[in-house]
């Protein structure tokens, strides 16, 4: 008998350890996609023992709505104030920076062919309608998935633009190998701009392909700052948003221009709930 529970041992302890190994070698790109399949968070249940405070507190709220207009006179009324702070706080991410930069929606540009053609930035006083930019990046993570990305991006003197980009990562995981990629679709405004800044927000459509489809909107919000010639800086912050968890990207790099072409190195992060993408990144572009 004891050679028997000896001989099993050996038979079974592979498989404990093998299916141990497939638990811990579980890839991050598979772990990204589960987070967008759970459902985003559910507010939370309230305790009973708080009922009564609860009621007393949305009776007294009732009853200085009915009494609001005997105590508000002229432009003193809470409510006015309560719409004035919030158009201070979530509008300032749009107008501070065009009072900054005296941006005052009061200057006509062109495009340049490409950047620094002629002076700081891509903007003159007379040009081109349009003007667009490839690019094709690789991209390194701090764990195994490694991902390329290409982009494609219009700019019109009109502030109008367009950014289109696909991004696939890949990781193997054992014999296997998991891939998730992202196509992004994101028309934009320049809501302020001079010859040495360009401050765009977005709002579009992003497509998710791993194991299963997934539709998403995007939110972005982006910054390139033209230093003397021939450098750029980029910092873009953006929001997927469907039933599932938000995913966040950030990603900030410094550009080196030579004619039409552009070299730039950055960081780039995509994270959702616990789970982080990022790593360096580097980019071959061209304008015309």
Known sequence: MKIIRQVLLLFILPLILASGRVWAEEGDLNKFEDQMNKPASGPAVENPSKDKDRHREEHQERRRENHSDEDCTGDDCPGDLGSLLFGLVFGSPFYVPALLIGDHYDK???????????????L????????????TSRLWTAHDPQAWKGELSLYTSGRLGLDTSYTRYNEHVGDASDSLAFLDVVPTFSFARTAKWDWRVGMGYESVEGRDHHDRVK????????FAKPF?????????????????????????????FEMKVAYERRSISDVVLDGPALSLGVWF
Not at 124 to 135: D, E, F, I, S
Request: charged share 20%; hydrophobic share 35%.
């Open 219 to 226: 939110l972005d919000y982006q910054v390139k700052y033209f």
């Open 108 to 122: 006509t540009y062109g495009l340049e062919s490409y950047p620094y053609e002629k002076d700081r930035g891509y």
């Open 232 to 260: 750029r800086f980029d910092a873009d912050a953006s929001m997927s948003l469907a039933a599932g968890n938000p995913i966040f990207e950030i990603s900030s790099g410094l550009a080196y221009h030579w004619n039409r």
């Open 124 to 135: 003159a006083p007379n040009g081109k309608n349009w003007l667009v930019r490839a690019a």
